[in-house]
């Protein structure tokens, strides 16, 4: 029978303990126990399904990845202790010396440091493209590219990439398109239906949605996933399975809470627009953001995040953000609470001054995490902060 999304995402679970429990129980243990020498055997040769060790299974995180393989139309996945562990994993378990990545350049800032700093010291190059001039990525493609690596809606420039465009240019030159899905959900997106192989997410955002755990998810087909698979099992990135237990069942509010972060979010962006103290907004579902048709075409609705640029650069920023009375001020997102973060200063501040502004990362620019509150205490504080900050 098929079922809806919110369906799926609660009704999803693990097999029962056989105590006729209706909320799946926490499976605290490190590892599991065998029968007999010949199950163990078993089991450790892949001729036998079941648990072993909880760096490489456990019932909380086998029922995480089986939701969000339904819910993101895809085989298999692995769940990780971060979602900087996803990403890393979703690149190194694919890739060899002498690889290259093409990478959309609007990345966010841990990204762009894994491609710069961390994968050339193991020969794994990369070359950035922009997601304005998607006309020059397939120029772009070496002998010696293996994988497109995107975000979209990107960190947190917010462009969004054509995914149906994607999934052909990859297919055409038998390249891996790993999508980082985290801004969206697969409650908005899911990227694997417009041809992605691997879909990533900080699932310590939006999935759990309360700012509580931290949380990846590598998700695909079931042969990639066999090379992530070994790839994890054996450096180790294994999520817990408190954390686990805690996204699994964080899944089951995820449709109801999207919906309430994209309402406000528009609310509060249609607010902003055209504001005396601002020099632009950018959310994905105002007609005024560039991709606007492409967002409505591949994005159920707008998502959690919008972007505003205040005028008077960072030092207004920093007056702005000292002003703020209800909104947090952290470098999380996805949150029930609205987060206001300066990238420039925060989480993008090992990038140069030229490559923020490549990536459209204005001194002035402000993301804002739309959180559940009542969307006029969220835009009172904002403007009396704007007010305050003059």
């Not at 417009?194 to 759990?208: L, N």
């Amino acid at each position: 029978m098929s079922q809806h999304f919110e369906t799926q995402a609660i009704r999803t679970q693990a097999a029962k303990s056989g105590n006729r429990e209706h909320s799946v129980p926490l499976y605290l243990t490190s590892s599991f126990t065998f029968e007999n020498a010949e199950q163990a055997k078993a089991l450790f040769n892949d001729e036998e399904d079941g648990n072993i060790y909880s760096r490489f299974s456990n019932p909380n995180s086998s029922e995480l990845i089986d939701k969000i393989a339904h819910l993101e139309g895809v085989e298999d996945g692995i769940a990780t202790a971060t979602g900087m562990a996803a990403m890393f994993g979703s690149m190194a378990a694919l890739l060899r010396q002498g690889d290259h990545i093409l990478a959309a350049r609007s990345l966010f800032g841990s990204t762009h440091q894994l491609l710069t700093q961390i994968f050339p010291r193991w020969g794994i190059t990369h070359t950035y493209a922009d997601i304005s001039r998607t006309h020059e990525w397939e120029s772009l493609i070496k002998p010696e590219t293996k994988m497109i690596f995107v975000e979209t809606p990107s960190n947190p420039g917010l462009e969004i990439i054509d995914l149906e465009w994607l999934g052909e240019l990859a297919k055409a030159h038998n390249l891996i398109l790993v999508v980082d899905n985290c801004f969206a959900t697969p409650y908005l997106q899911q990227p694997a239906k417009w041809g992605a192989h691997i879909v990533t997410h900080s699932a310590t955002k939006f999935i759990d949605g309360q700012g509580r755990v931290l949380g990846g998810l590598i998700m695909g087909s079931k042969e990639l996933i066999k090379d992530v698979r070994f790839f994890s099992r054996h450096t180790g990135p294994a999520i817990s399975p408190f954390n686990a237990w805690i996204l699994s069942k964080s899944l089951e509010t995820l449709a109801l809470r999207m919906d309430k972060h994209c309402e406000n979010a528009l609310k509060i962006a249609e607010y902003l627009e055209g504001h005396a103290e601002l020099e632009g907004v950018k959310y994905p579902f105002l007609q005024s953001h560039p991709q606007y048709d492409l967002a409505k075409k591949q994005m159920k609705l707008g998502g959690g995040i919008l972007t505003f640029i205040v005028k008077g650069g960072a030092e207004r920023c920093s007056k702005f953000i000292n002003q703020l009375n209800t909104l947090s001020v952290t470098a999380n997102l996805g949150d029930t609470r609205s987060i206001v973060t300066h990238p420039a200063t925060t989480t993008h501040s090992k990038l140069s001054s030229e490559e923020r502004k490549r990536v459209g990362i204005d001194d002035g620019l402000i993301r804002l995490s739309v959180g559940l509150e009542n969307v006029n205490d969220i835009i009172e504080d904002l403007e009396q902060a704007l007010k305050a900050s003059k």
